[in-house]
C-alpha cells in the first residue's frame, strides 16, 4: 500500500539507484536509435536552474522515446573548462600557501589539477543525478580522457594539413591578469561611468580649412569657423600613441578639405594621413575617429583596409612598451596610470577641447573581472570561412532544422559574416597544441612528437645537414630535444565542437559512431548557437560529412519572477537544489516543462514550484485511493473489453490526452505537453472519474 504522502527526499534517490541499476538508461533496445548529446557542463560547476530547464528538457524527450520501444542513447559528459579550472587550482595553491604554478612549473601542476579532478570535479555529476537525468552514466566522457583527446589531435593536425589551421597575428581579447587570449563569450560588456576626451590634432605645415559651426533648419550650414586642427574624441586616452590615422566618412562634407593630408600626433610628435573610410559615423561625437588599429577591433579592420601601420603600445601585463614610437616617460606604466599622464599632458599643450562624462561599454574579463585589452598577439587561428560553408548548406537544405525556427536566421547571420577563429590560450590547462619548433623556428605540426621529430630530420637532411649536424643542433649542447613544443593550449571550444562525433568513439570506426550519428536532437541554450552549436556543424560536416544533429532546439532563459535575469549581485538567484530538496525534483521539472513555452521566457518563483508539487500530490492521492479499492495493473487488460460506460469514456480520454501529449513532445512544445497531462489528471480524472467512480466502488 502507497504511504498516506509522497516522501521525495527518500523516493526519488530510491527509485533512481534502481533504475540506474537495472540498466534502463542505457540504449538496450532493439527500435530505432534516438540519441542526444548532453552540453558538458564544467566540471568545475554546480547545478544552476539553466542545467536543470537544459537537463529536464532533455530527460523529458529521452523517456519519452524510451516509452515509444526506441534504442535510446543520453550521451553524458564534462567540460575540462580551461581557465575556470586553472584559477580554481591555482586559487586552493594560493589559499594553502603553496608555491605558485610558474615556480613549481607545468608538469607538477597539471598533477595538481588532475587531482582536484578527481577529489572533487563529479559534484555537477551527482547533482544532474539527483535532478533526475537518465544518461547512460556507464558511457561518461570527458573533454581530456585519452580518447578525446587523440581525437583532438588528429583534427588539429588534419586542418593544418589542409591549411585550415594558421598561425597569425591578430587582434584578441587580452586578459591582463590571467595573461591569455579569451573568446567573446567569457567577456562581459558592462556599463560604468566614463569619460569622452575630446583632443586637438593639429594639421601640418599650419594648414588651416573651413569648418561649419551653425546650420539652417535644412541643415545647410550658416556659419563658419578657421580650423588648424582636426577635432578627435575618445575613451580611451592613452591608445592614442598608437594612432596610425584619423579617419572621416567619405560623404563628411565638413572635413573634405583635409581628406589626404596630414595631422599631428600629438605627444609621439609623428604625423599620420587624414583617410576616407565607411567605419566613421558623422553624426557620433565630431565624426571623425583616430585609428588605433593594434589595440581596438573595429579600428583594426579600418588600418587592414587602407594599409594603416599597427603599434602595439602594451605588454602582456597592459603596462606600456619600451618602443622607440612610444615617448620615453610613458615607457612601463600601467595603462590607467598612462592615460592620467596622456591627458595631462594634452591640456598642457592646450589641445583639450573637453571632458564629457559618459555612460560607456566597457569589456571585462567574466573570470578575472578586469578590463580586457584588445591586443595584437601571435596566435593559431581556424579558417573558419571555409568550414563554415558546408554548415550553411547544411541548414539552408534543411539537414538540420532549428526550433523555433526564428533562430535560423541568427545561425546564417553569425555564420555568413565569421571571422577567423583563434584556438590558442596561454594556459597550462588543456589540450596542449600538437605543434613542435625546430632549431630555426620552423614549426612541425603532428600528433606525436615523434613523429614531428621525423618530419624535422627529413626536412633538414633534405636541405644538406648530415646527422652529425642535426645532433649537434639539440638543445642543451646536444643534449637535449631536437624540438620545442608550442607552449599553448587550445581553446575548450574546440574539443566540445567534436563533441557528437567524439564521444561514440571517434577517429576509431565503432558500432555506436555507425548507430548513433547523427545525432536525434541537440537542447541548448541560444547564447552557445555561435559558440558551440555553428562549431559542430563545421566540423561534424568536415569530419564526418554529415551533419551533427537533425534538430537544434533552442529553448529561453530562466529569470525570476520580475523578468530580471539571476545573478548573485542582485541577490535573486534561485538554487535548483534548495527546490529539489524543499519539494521534490518532480515538482521542479514539471514546472519548467510546464512554463518552457517556445521563444517565451520562464519568469520562476518558488510558488509555482510549490503549486505544482501539489499537482503530484493529487496524483499521489489518486493513485492511492484506486489501490485502496483494489484497483491493480494488469498486462492483459483489453481496453476495448471495458463495459461500463463510465470506464469507457475514461479510456477514451486517456487516449486523447496521450495524442495531446505526443503530438506536442514531437514538436517540442513541452508545456503544451505538461499542460495536456495535467488537465487530464485534475480536470478529467481526479475531478470527474474518481468522484463517478466512488458509488460504483462503495
Not at 610628435?269 to 557620433?284: G, H, L, Q, T
Request: net charge negative; aromatic share 12%; hydrophobic share 40%.
Amino acid at each position: 500500500m502507497l504511504e498516506k504522502s509522497f516522501d521525495p527526499a527518500s523516493a526519488e534517490p530510491r527509485l533512481y539507484e534502481a533504475w540506474e541499476t537495472s540498466g534502463a538508461f542505457q540504449p538496450n533496445r532493439t527500435g530505432e536509435p534516438f540519441t542526444i548529446v548532453i552540453p558538458p557542463p564544467n566540471v568545475t560547476g554546480s547545478l544552476h536552474m539553466g542545467h536543470a530547464l537544459n537537463n529536464t528538457l532533455q530527460d523529458v524527450l529521452c523517456r519519452f522515446e524510451r516509452m515509444r520501444g526506441r534504442s535510446v542513447l543520453w550521451q553524458p559528459g564534462t567540460d575540462h573548462a580551461g581557465i575556470a579550472t586553472q584559477m580554481v587550482v591555482e586559487r586552493q595553491m594560493m589559499e594553502r600557501q603553496e608555491p605558485k604554478r610558474t615556480e613549481i612549473g607545468r608538469e607538477k601542476f597539471l598533477e595538481k589539477v588532475w587531482k582536484w579532478k578527481a577529489e572533487s570535479g563529479g559534484t555537477i555529476i551527482s547533482q544532474l543525478k539527483r535532478l533526475g537525468a537518465s544518461c547512460d552514466w556507464s558511457r561518461e566522457r570527458f573533454t581530456m580522457d585519452e580518447g578525446l583527446s587523440a581525437a583532438v589531435r588528429k583534427v588539429f593536425v588534419e586542418l593544418y594539413r589542409e591549411g585550415l589551421i594558421y598561425r597569425d597575428k591578430r587582434l584578441v581579447n587580452w586578459d591582463p591578469k590571467l595573461l591569455t587570449a579569451i573568446s567573446d563569450l567569457e567577456v562581459e560588456n558592462t556599463e560604468v561611468a566614463g569619460h569622452f576626451w575630446h583632443f586637438k590634432y593639429p594639421l601640418e605645415n599650419g594648414e588651416t580649412y573651413q569648418f561649419p559651426v551653425a546650420f539652417d533648419e535644412a541643415g545647410t550650414p550658416t556659419e563658419w569657423e578657421t580650423r588648424d586642427y582636426i577635432s578627435i574624441a575618445t575613451t580611451r586616452p592613452e591608445t592614442m600613441l598608437g594612432d596610425g590615422a584619423v579617419a572621416v566618412h567619405p560623404s563628411d562634407k565638413r572635413y573634405a578639405p583635409i581628406v589626404g593630408k596630414r595631422c599631428l600626433l600629438p605627444l609621439a610628435d609623428r604625423y599620420i594621413p587624414i583617410i576616407a573610410d565607411e567605419y566613421p559615423d558623422p553624426d557620433f561625437g565630431s565624426g571623425a575617429v583616430k585609428i588605433t588599429g593594434a589595440h581596438d577591433f573595429n579600428d583594426y579592420k579600418v588600418a587592414m583596409r587602407n594599409g594603416i601601420p599597427l603599434y602595439v603600445l602594451m605588454d602582456e601585463h597592459a603596462r606600456m612598451l619600451d618602443a622607440d614610437y612610444i615617448p620615453e616617460k610613458y615607457r612601463g606604466l600601467d595603462r590607467f596610470e598612462a592615460r592620467k599622464q596622456v591627458v595631462a599632458d594634452i591640456e598642457a599643450r592646450g589641445l583639450l577641447i573637453k571632458v564629457e562624462d559618459k555612460k560607456i561599454m566597457q569589456p571585462f574579463g567574466d573570470r578575472s573581472g578586469v578590463v580586457i585589452e584588445p591586443m595584437l598577439t601571435d596566435q593559431w587561428y581556424v579558417d573558419a570561412e571555409k568550414l563554415a560553408k558546408r554548415a550553411i548548406e547544411a541548414v539552408e537544405k534543411g539537414e538540420t532544422r532549428f526550433v523555433p525556427e526564428n533562430w535560423t536566421k541568427t545561425y546564417f547571420q553569425w555564420m555568413r559574416n565569421i571571422e577567423p577563429w583563434c584556438v590558442s590560450r596561454q594556459l597550462w590547462w588543456g589540450h596542449q597544441i600538437p605543434a613542435w619548433y625546430g632549431p630555426d623556428g620552423h614549426v612541425y605540426v603532428a600528433e606525436t612528437e615523434e613523429e614531428a621529430t621525423k618530419e624535422a630530420i627529413a626536412r633538414l637532411t633534405a636541405e644538406g645537414y648530415s646527422l652529425e649536424d642535426i645532433n649537434a643542433m639539440r638543445a642543451g649542447e646536444g643534449e637535449g630535444p631536437l624540438l620545442v613544443r608550442d607552449e599553448d593550449v587550445l581553446d575548450t571550444w574546440f574539443s566540445s565542437a567534436l563533441w557528437p562525433f567524439s564521444t561514440l568513439g571517434w577517429p576509431e570506426t565503432t558500432a555506436e559512431l555507425g548507430r548513433h550519428y547523427p545525432t536525434s536532437v541537440l537542447v541548448t541554450a541560444f547564447d552557445i548557437i555561435f559558440f558551440w552549436v555553428a562549431r559542430m556543424m563545421m566540423m561534424g560536416t568536415h569530419f564526418m560529412k554529415e551533419v551533427p544533429f537533425r534538430d537544434v532546439y533552442i529553448h529561453a532563459l530562466v529569470l525570476d519572477e520580475k523578468g530580471r535575469k539571476m545573478s548573485k549581485s542582485k541577490g535573486n538567484v534561485i538554487d535548483p537544489l534548495t527546490l529539489i530538496d524543499k519539494y521534490g525534483a518532480d515538482a521542479l521539472r514539471f514546472t519548467l516543462a510546464a512554463m518552457a513555452a517556445q521563444g517565451r521566457n520562464i519568469r520562476l518563483s518558488e510558488a509555482r514550484v510549490e503549486g505544482y508539487r501539489n499537482f503530484g500530490t493529487k496524483l499521489w492521492n489518486a493513485a492511492r485511493f484506486c489501490e485502496m479499492n483494489d484497483c491493480r495493473f494488469d498486462p492483459a487488460f483489453d481496453p476495448a473489453s471495458a463495459k461500463e460506460t463510465l470506464n469507457q469514456w475514461i479510456i477514451h480520454e486517456a487516449g486523447l490526452a496521450a495524442a495531446e501529449t505526443t503530438a506536442a513532445l514531437e514538436t517540442y512544445r513541452f508545456n503544451d505537453a505538461a499542460g495536456a497531462l495535467y488537465k487530464f489528471v485534475w480536470n478529467v480524472f481526479c475531478d470527474w472519474h474518481l468522484e463517478l467512480a466512488k458509488p460504483i466502488l462503495m
